[in-house]
């Protein structure tokens, strides 16, 4: 009984809501556009839209090409609990300063170390990662780096792999 009186009284209710609106000849906005006419605000969307453009063609014109030795580097047989150390060799394909601004290993048994100085346009540099598989961490192990540079696309994943036993 008590479902059958809300559902009654909801129905009621949004009827009125529907009838009240249709009634109104003015639709008004939910929306508050801190009292801007039209004009005004278009003029402003306008705007955002010169800068908006303006600041994603200074981001291109800054963003260079990069390029890898490897993609995969594969430690083969490993020991758990010991050291395993690679290097990838970075090259600027570009012909910007090529920035790497981040790398991030996706365990903590791998530790990436970023080259701290822009690479210049034709130039290499190398990105140490290493290995150090835990205790109990054994078989085979697919571990991923990502590099985020001033490139595009941003993002470039290398991968790591070994056989722990």
Same mark, same amino acid.
């Given at each position: 009984?008590?479902? &059958?009186?809300? %559902?009654?009284?909801? #129905? *009621? !209710?949004?009827?009125?809501?529907?009838? /009240? $609106? +249709?009634?109104?000849?003015?639709?008004?906005?939910?929306?508050?556009?801190?009292?801007?006419?039209? $004009?005004?605000?278009? $003029?402003?969307?306008?705007? !955002?839209?010169?800068? /908006?453009?303006?600041?994603?063609?200074?981001?291109?014109?800054?963003? @260079?090409?990069? +390029?890898?030795?490897?993609?995969?580097?594969?430690?083969?047989?490993?020991?758990?609990?010991?050291?395993?150390?690679?290097? !990838?060799? %970075?090259?600027?394909? =570009?012909?910007?300063?090529? #920035? #790497?601004?981040?790398?991030?290993?996706?365990? =903590?048994?791998? &530790?990436? /170390?970023?080259?701290?100085?822009? %690479? *210049?346009? =034709?130039?290499?540099?190398?990105?140490?990662?290493?290995?150090?598989?835990?205790?109990?961490?054994? =078989? /085979? %192990?697919?571990?991923?780096?990502?590099?985020?540079?001033? @490139?595009?696309?941003?993002?470039?994943?290398? @991968? #790591?792999? $070994? !056989?722990?036993?």
């Amino acid at each position: 009984m008590k479902k &059958t009186v809300f %559902i009654v009284s909801s #129905i *009621l !209710f949004l009827s009125s809501c529907t009838s /009240e $609106a +249709s009634n109104n000849s003015e639709v008004v906005s939910a929306v508050a556009a801190d009292d801007q006419s039209e $004009a005004e605000l278009k $003029a402003s969307m306008k705007e !955002f839209e010169k800068e /908006e453009a303006k600041r994603l063609k200074e981001e291109a014109e800054s963003r @260079t090409s990069i +390029s890898f030795d490897k993609m995969v580097h594969d430690y083969g047989n490993v020991k758990p609990d010991s050291d395993n150390a690679t290097y !990838f060799t %970075i090259t600027n394909t =570009g012909k910007k300063p090529l #920035i #790497i601004e981040n790398v991030e290993a996706s365990c =903590g048994c791998t &530790t990436p /170390e970023k080259p701290e100085k822009p %690479i *210049l346009p =034709g130039k290499s540099d190398r990105m140490k990662v290493s290995f150090h598989p835990k205790p109990g961490q054994v =078989g /085979e %192990i697919d571990k991923k780096v990502t590099v985020t540079a001033n @490139t595009e696309p941003r993002l470039t994943v290398l @991968t #790591i792999k $070994a !056989f722990v036993k």
